[in-house]
Each structure stands twice: as structure tokens, then as C-alpha cells.
């Protein structure tokens, strides 16, 4: 039987990569017709990406992260979480004998 741990990352895995697709999907949307990023907060305000440590005690943040950066961050992920899909069906494999 599959643990319910390993069932809980394989979820997990799945539910980074539909997020980090639906990101890209939200970046790409954002380019203007001069090929700029663009982006509006819930207030119609323009806005920049931003990274974020919420476990910082000073909540450090980069603002203006490049349009370039974040895709490749994404991309990036997506690919490790992939990675770790595969993984984790072989433990599937080997639990399931």
C-alpha cells in the first residue's frame, strides 16, 4: 500500500506544477503589445513581480524581479517537480509490491 506521506507528495508535486503553469499562463498574458510586462493588482494599479521571504523577521522583499527571471524560476521548478514525480513512482513501485 502506498503511505499516506508519499501520497501527500506526490499531490503536492502535482499541485506546484498545475500552479506554476497557471503562472506562466498569467506572465504571458501580461505582455503588452509592445512586448512589456504588465500587470495590475486588484485595484487596476500596475505592478512589478516580486520575490518574497515570509519567514524573514524584516518580510525581505525584490520588487521589479525581470519578466525573464521569473519565467526561468518557473520553468525551473517544474522541472525539479517533475523530476520528483518520477521519483516518487518508483517508491510508489516498490510500496505497492
Known amino acids: 500500500m502506498i503511505t499516506k506521506e508519499v501520497a501527500r ?6 499541485t506546484e506544477i498545475e500552479e506554476a503553469n497557471k503562472m506562466v499562463v498569467e506572465l504571458k498574458k501580461s505582455l503588452n503589445e509592445k512586448g512589456e510586462f504588465e500587470i495590475k ?3 487596476g494599479n500596475t505592478r512589478g513581480l516580486e520575490l518574497h521571504l515570509p519567514t524573514s523577521m524584516s518580510g525581505a522583499t525584490i520588487k521589479k524581479v525581470p519578466f525573464k527571471l521569473a ?3 518557473i520553468s525551473n521548478h517544474i522541472i525539479e517537480q ?3 514525480l518520477d521519483r516518487l513512482k518508483e517508491v510508489c513501485k516498490i510500496q505497492l509490491q
Request: charged share 35%.
Open 9 to 14: 507528495m506526490v499531490h503536492n508535486c502535482y
Open 41 to 43: 493588482d486588484n485595484w
Open 71 to 73: 519565467l526561468d524560476v
Open 82 to 84: 517533475e523530476k520528483e
